[in-house]
């Protein structure tokens, strides 16, 4: 299972998924009309690495990050 | 070196104790910025939410950058509450010579607002609304749209 996290002002609890890549979080997530303006928007980390590709492939235990505009200070 | 505190900065004494942690270092330049929550369309305050393990691996990336000029950087943000004319941010550069410090602080401001995974919000009525408006989307931002 790979967990999911929406950080910051997404008020989404915690996902717990059998997912394999980021391609597939992006579909699931896609179906969540609430999420829409997020995708758009949103950086995704893995295990706390900022990624730039989707075809990063999950395993068990992994854990995804979503991270909204920030704006510290 | 990075320090978090819940509500407002105590701005004095971080400074003074910044200032005497680096007084036999040697270095030249010490050169603080100081960000204070303003009076501003209403609000009575801001409040902030910060992601500890990312914040804490892009500051180190920059204290890597900083230690190959000769440099140090020490920053200290707020999280929950900071009322009107508070304090809740402050990053410093300590350096052999200004330019450097100068620089420094310049750059690392700047992607601090880019980059670092902390959010805010206004208070206002009594209630915590996201600065969304404010806030810049993290570099690579969209690729599960």
């Not at chain 1, 910051?8 to 579909?27: D, F, R, V, Y």
């Amino acid at each position: 299972m790979v967990r999911v996290e929406f950080l910051g002002p997404i008020q989404k609890e915690p996902l717990m998924l059998e997912i394999t890549n980021l391609s597939e979080l992006a579909n699931i997530l896609q179906g969540d009309k609430e999420m829409h303006v997020w995708l758009e928007n949103s950086a995704v980390a893995v295990n706390d690495m900022l990624v730039s590709r989707r075809d990063i492939e999950l395993k068990d235990g992994d854990r995804v990050a979503l991270l909204p505009p920030v704006c510290g200070g | 070196m990075l320090y978090l505190y819940d509500g407002a900065l105590n701005v004095p004494e971080i400074l003074k104790d910044w200032y005497e942690q680096e007084a036999k270092s040697n270095y030249g330049a010490y050169i603080p910025f100081v960000g204070t929550v303003r009076s501003e369309d209403g609000i009575e305050g801001l409040s902030f939410d910060i992601y500890e393990p990312i914040l804490k691996s892009w500051f180190e990336a920059w204290q890597e950058r900083a230690k190959a000029e000769g440099a140090v950087i020490k920053m200290a943000h707020s999280r929950g509450d900071v009322m009107l004319h508070e304090s809740s941010y402050i990053a410093a550069v300590f350096s052999p010579k200004r330019r450097v410090a100068l620089e420094f602080i310049d750059e690392f401001v700047e992607d601090f607002k880019a980059s670092a995974p902390i959010w805010k919000y206004d208070l206002k009525g009594g209630k915590r609304v996201y600065a969304l408006e404010r806030s810049t989307a993290i570099k690579g931002s969209g690729i599960l749209k």
